[in-house]
């Protein structure tokens, strides 16, 4: 809802879509096409909203790094796309839903592989959930239920700044009227964080050491023997966890958050799958669940969408004109890394600037075409720069909080630039005219 007073106008409800809190309750005023005000944004989130106010001086598009219209740079790109025998489609985290649907019918047109930065954070925890599922439940439940709260190798302090106060620790619920006199907070993890501050009980693990301790406290809940020296390697004594786990048991409703401490130290998708268990487990004593952190705002969302429509989150390859689901093989960093890609489409992500450098070797020696709000590393060494619109700033449409929530976004800024969607479908609809052309042809062949 916007409401306007001369030239100030006040957008109510905001999104923020910096972090996968998706925090929807920002108040937005806007000052000649200028966000001069984010209340309820916390420091990150402002920096977001007040990082999109300039357009960056940079063209709307780029070919070979020399400006170009749209229509030429839609054209190439697209032509880039139908030509390639096994194009990468990557990135898609910060966009939103009904962009990152054109990025898929892409892949799938041109029997490429599509991954998203999934893959380089909480993909161990995606490949456990196949395996094992999960117990799960919104933050809204959270927030009016939960009294016992575990972060497991997360630092929400300084990742999800609004997490503990707008859905757990200091929070207001309907059963936890009083916020923090409501809950217990216990923070896992292998050094002190401001996290570590704010917690009750700070429990300091051994590096390497996650899956041990959480197989340790499936044993107690499982009411199997656990002796001293099951515990040694961790850490952390058997009384320390024989009391942690008498509190996980006594609570009336407990969640354990979890984050890339956990996905991505050793024993990775193992140790997520091992969150997931002793959730599912603990409900033969009270009500228990587990919840990735997640970061990027619409990474949950790409994960969604992939999901309903191909049966797998990252990582899915349509070379042989069905979707397959291989981490390790279809992940965007192997597919470069083994020089395997001819061509790449990158949506609101940087490869160039943060995979390892085999992987940046091959992308920087075949045709990458991007879309972004602003140049990157990545937009350095493509073929194809597009600038587009920030989604929940100057777009509309649909992303997913981190506990799976559709949330709808609030546009407070007019862009110069189109958005995401808009292009990708005009994209789609180019390489389908290409590839009808090129049929007969191929067909004579
Ligand atoms: Fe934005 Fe995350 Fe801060 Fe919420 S917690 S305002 S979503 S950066």
Redesign the pocket.
Known sequence: MATQNGTRTVVRNAT????????DD?DLTVENNKIVKAA???V??KA?FFNHNESHGTPGALIKGQPATIEDAIERAARILARARYPLVFGMSNTTNEAQRYALEITERCGGCIDTTTSVCHGPTEIALQGVGKVAATLGEVKNRADLLIYWGSNPAES????LS?YTYTARGLFTPNGKRDRYLVLVDVRRTPSARAADEFVQIRPGTDFEALWILRSLARGETVTKADCAPTGIPLEQFQALFERMKNAKYGVLFFGMGLSMSRGKSMNSAAIFMLAADMNRHTKFLAMPMRGH?NVTGVDELLTWSTGYPFAVNFSRGYPRFNPGEFTAVDVLARREADAALIVSSDPYGNFPRAAREHLATIPVVILDVKPNDTSAIAEVHITTAPYGIAVPGTVYRMDEIPIRLRVALESPYPSDEAVLSRMVARIKALKREAAPAMAAD
């Open positions: 923020c879509t910096y972090c996968g809190c998706v925090c920002i309820n944004a916390c990150l989130g977001w999800h700044p609004r997490h707008r705002g």
